[in-house]
């Protein structure tokens, strides 16, 4: 049975870069982390959606992340994808795995959070 997943980032971000157009902005962040039970190194590109524009705000924006593990044999790397909402007043986010690879099958529809002050993403399977 599948157990929690989790995280640390590792600080600097390789990315993070902001465009801004009429209907608010896109933030695009790429970050190494590392798994705190297998010592395993992967990679996390994610995509967030902050809409506000004729005076329409939110108080959260859409996120769509990928974390990539390492290719094996230049074959495709091991990897699922959560997507959720990020809180921009205190930067966590929340959410579910929306896609995996056949090693994180039993992840889809679990849930995740991300503690932006411990840099901490946690992955749970789905129940």
Do not use: C
């Amino acid at each position: 049975m599948a157990t929690a997943l989790s995280f640390k980032i590792q600080p600097p971000l390789l990315v993070n870069q902001r465009l801004d157009d009429n209907g608010g902005n896109w933030q695009y962040v790429g970050a190494a982390a590392v798994e705190q039970s297998s010592n395993e190194t992967v990679k996390l590109v994610a995509m967030k959606r902050d809409n506000s524009s004729g005076g329409v705000a939110f108080a959260a924006s859409m996120l769509t992340a990928t974390v990539m593990y390492e290719a094996q044999d230049y074959g495709v790397s091991e990897h699922f994808t959560i997507q959720g909402l990020h809180d921009l007043t205190s930067n966590n986010e929340t959410g579910s795995v929306s896609s995996a690879s056949r090693r994180f099958h039993e992840y889809v529809g679990g849930a995740f959070t991300f503690d932006s002050k411990e840099l901490v993403l946690t992955v749970h399977p789905r129940k």
